[in-house]
């Protein structure tokens, strides 16, 4: 079992590829992941289970060494806020996009990245303590730069739900991790034991997250212009460049690095 987790953790690009193509072709296969079991978000659960995995992949030893070096944190929260917006306006800007597009793309570039960069960090092997970190405070102070952003660089006034985006990821973040740190402090073996298994655990769960989400929007995807998916797709790209740059000019390490181009990436 060791080994097969093992490969299925090596090889989760491939796995999510194949996902993807799944909910591409059968779009109705994993609506699932997407609804409701007993009136709990599948869809929670499944990125609860993730960030819970990797609470006992870390300690609060690790979050103490991210706390000493605030600057880090600082520089992962103005990339953020600034990098990806202007970075959004720039390209709807070149590809003349219509007002409600960029109206769209630049609402996504003031947004925080929210559980989405924990993961993909973890199974990037970034740091994962600096990603969460980064998330949390991005989160904390996104209902003054995402509406402030928005309103700055487009005129436009947005309606903004700070509470609601806050429980959020108090429940699917913060929580389970806490959980995961108290199992790897109070039953190391346990977790220990565990770790063989949570890289193929969490590929498969973001795999399921791929194939839902995919699927419910492949109407919209094929409807799309090829436009917007061009400027979509270098927004992110070009957002993960300047954020691996931006940590390379402040001297942190790779993993550092890792974490705070997928943060401002996504």
Partial sequence: MKKVCALIGKYFGVIAVIFLIIGMTLPTSFSWVLGKVGGISVLSVLLGVIMFGMGMTMSVHDFALVLKRPKDVFFGACAQYFVMPFLAYVLSTIFQLDPALTVGVVLVGTCPGGTSS????????????LSVTMTSVSTLISPIMTPLLTYLIIGQRISFDPVGMFLSILQIVIVPIALGLIVKSFLPKLADTATDYLPAVSALAISFLIAGIIGAS???????????????????????????FIGHLCGMSWKKMVALSIEVGM
């Fill in 218 to 244: 492949r109407d919209a995807i094929l409807n799309s212009s090829g436009i917007i998916l061009l400027v979509v797709i270098l927004h992110n790209c070009l957002g993960y460049a300047l954020g691996f």
């Fill in 118 to 129: 924990n993961v993909i960090t973890f199974m990037s092997k970034g740091d994962v303590p």
